[in-house]
Protein backbone atom coordinates (compact mmCIF):
# COMPACT_ATOMS: atom_id res chain seq x y z
CA UNK A 1 0.00 0.00 0.00
CA UNK A 2 1.30 3.31 -0.92
CA UNK A 3 1.28 5.68 1.58
CA UNK A 4 3.35 8.82 3.34
CA UNK A 5 2.83 9.03 6.91
CA UNK A 6 3.47 12.25 8.92
CA UNK A 7 3.96 12.89 12.82
CA UNK A 8 5.28 16.18 14.22
CA UNK A 9 4.26 19.27 15.07
CA UNK A 10 1.59 20.38 17.96
CA UNK A 11 1.79 23.25 19.88
CA UNK A 12 4.56 25.28 19.39
CA UNK A 13 5.35 29.17 21.12
CA UNK A 14 6.15 31.83 18.82
CA UNK A 15 10.07 31.83 17.92
CA UNK A 16 10.06 28.06 18.51
CA UNK A 17 10.80 25.46 16.79
CA UNK A 18 9.49 22.13 15.71
CA UNK A 19 10.01 19.28 13.07
CA UNK A 20 7.50 17.62 10.62
CA UNK A 21 8.38 13.98 9.55
CA UNK A 22 7.06 12.70 6.64
CA UNK A 23 7.57 8.86 6.23
CA UNK A 24 6.90 6.77 2.64
CA UNK A 25 5.92 3.37 2.51
CA UNK A 26 5.05 0.62 -0.37
CA UNK A 27 7.45 3.04 -2.05
CA UNK A 28 10.79 4.30 -2.48
CA UNK A 29 11.25 8.39 -2.21
CA UNK A 30 14.43 8.41 -3.86
CA UNK A 31 12.80 9.28 -7.57
CA UNK A 32 10.27 11.90 -6.11
CA UNK A 33 10.02 15.14 -5.77
CA UNK A 34 8.73 16.25 -1.65
CA UNK A 35 6.60 19.02 -1.37
CA UNK A 36 5.18 20.40 1.50
CA UNK A 37 2.07 22.28 1.66
CA UNK A 38 -0.15 24.19 4.27
CA UNK A 39 -3.53 25.24 4.85
CA UNK A 40 -5.04 27.46 7.77
CA UNK A 41 -8.75 27.43 8.57
CA UNK A 42 -10.91 29.23 5.90
CA UNK A 43 -8.09 29.35 3.50
CA UNK A 44 -6.90 27.57 0.25
CA UNK A 45 -3.86 24.99 0.94
CA UNK A 46 -0.85 26.62 0.02
CA UNK A 47 2.73 25.04 -0.94
CA UNK A 48 5.79 26.39 0.85
CA UNK A 49 8.33 24.37 -0.21
CA UNK A 50 9.95 21.39 -2.52
CA UNK A 51 12.99 19.42 -2.38
CA UNK A 52 14.20 17.56 -5.59
CA UNK A 53 14.81 13.78 -5.94
CA UNK A 54 17.78 14.36 -8.09
CA UNK A 55 19.93 16.57 -6.20
CA UNK A 56 18.12 16.99 -2.90
CA UNK A 57 18.26 21.01 -3.70
CA UNK A 58 15.18 22.83 -2.01
CA UNK A 59 13.09 25.56 -2.66
CA UNK A 60 10.50 27.58 -0.20
CA UNK A 61 8.34 30.17 -0.81
CA UNK A 62 8.95 34.04 0.50
CA UNK A 63 7.03 33.79 3.55
CA UNK A 64 9.30 31.09 5.20
CA UNK A 65 12.55 31.55 3.70
CA UNK A 66 15.19 31.63 6.22
CA UNK A 67 13.12 29.70 8.89
CA UNK A 68 12.15 26.79 7.14
CA UNK A 69 14.55 23.72 6.02
CA UNK A 70 13.43 20.51 4.19
CA UNK A 71 15.87 17.91 4.42
CA UNK A 72 15.57 13.96 3.06
CA UNK A 73 17.15 10.70 4.41
CA UNK A 74 16.57 8.32 1.95
CA UNK A 75 18.00 5.68 3.48
CA UNK A 76 14.73 6.35 5.94
CA UNK A 77 12.54 6.69 3.31
CA UNK A 78 11.84 9.77 5.26
CA UNK A 79 11.57 13.54 4.54
CA UNK A 80 11.70 16.40 7.29
CA UNK A 81 10.55 20.07 7.10
CA UNK A 82 12.56 21.74 10.02
CA UNK A 83 10.72 25.29 11.24
CA UNK A 84 12.24 27.99 13.07
CA UNK A 85 11.21 31.06 14.47
CA UNK A 86 7.65 29.93 14.12
CA UNK A 87 5.26 32.99 13.75
CA UNK A 88 1.27 32.96 14.35
CA UNK A 89 0.83 33.17 10.95
CA UNK A 90 2.44 29.42 10.62
CA UNK A 91 -0.52 27.84 12.13
CA UNK A 92 -1.90 25.76 9.64
CA UNK A 93 -2.38 21.55 9.10
CA UNK A 94 0.83 20.97 7.17
CA UNK A 95 0.88 17.99 4.31
CA UNK A 96 3.54 16.49 2.53
CA UNK A 97 3.24 15.10 -0.67
CA UNK A 98 5.20 13.22 -3.58
CA UNK A 99 5.30 13.46 -7.42
CA UNK A 100 7.62 11.61 -9.83
CA UNK A 101 10.50 13.18 -11.17
CA UNK A 102 10.91 17.24 -10.57
CA UNK A 103 8.95 19.78 -11.28
CA UNK A 104 9.90 23.16 -12.09
CA UNK A 105 9.37 25.21 -8.59
CA UNK A 106 6.51 27.61 -10.46
CA UNK A 107 4.66 24.44 -10.26
CA UNK A 108 6.07 22.20 -7.34
CA UNK A 109 4.10 24.31 -5.00
CA UNK A 110 0.68 23.64 -6.41
CA UNK A 111 -1.17 20.73 -4.90
CA UNK A 112 -2.39 19.30 -8.57
CA UNK A 113 1.31 18.34 -9.36
CA UNK A 114 1.66 15.69 -6.50
CA UNK A 115 0.29 12.00 -6.66
CA UNK A 116 0.42 10.63 -3.14
CA UNK A 117 -0.56 12.61 0.21
CA UNK A 118 0.22 12.25 3.84
CA UNK A 119 -2.06 12.21 6.08
CA UNK A 120 -2.28 16.14 7.71
CA UNK A 121 -0.43 17.28 11.10
CA UNK A 122 -1.39 20.27 12.84
CA UNK A 123 1.03 23.20 13.70
CA UNK A 124 -0.02 25.36 16.16
CA UNK A 125 2.20 28.77 17.04
CA UNK A 126 0.85 30.56 20.07
CA UNK A 127 1.68 31.44 23.38
Known amino acids: QVQLVQSGGGLVQPGGSTRLSCAAS????????IGWFRQAPGKEREGVSC????????DYVDSVKGRFTMSRDNAKNTIYLQMNSLKPEDTAVYYC????????????????????WGQGTQVTVSS
Open 51 to 58: IRSSDGKS
Open 26 to 33: GFTLDYYA
Open 97 to 116: AATLGDPPFTIATVAATYDY
